[in-house]
């Protein structure tokens, strides 16, 4: 059982995190927010299928060369 304001300072630390994460991923090369689909059609494949599983975050994409 969690009161809601540790679940609040829970989520806050969590989001404080990933923002590190993407600002140092971003120093070392390519961002982790590219545009995938983009990448895919770059790389010479022709795209099938794009389904957004989870929040936009996770995606599902089908492509054939």
Wanted: hydrophobic share 50%; net charge positive; charged share 20%.
């Amino acid at each position: 059982y969690y009161s809601s304001l540790s679940l609040v300072v829970a989520i806050g630390l969590f989001m404080r995190g990933l923002g590190l994460i993407l600002y140092f991923a971003r120093q070392l090369g390519k961002g982790i927010l590219e545009a995938s689909i983009g990448n895919v059609l770059k790389a010479g494949f022709r795209l099938r299928r794009e389904e957004n599983v989870y929040l936009d975050i996770v995606k599902i994409i089908e492509a054939v060369k």
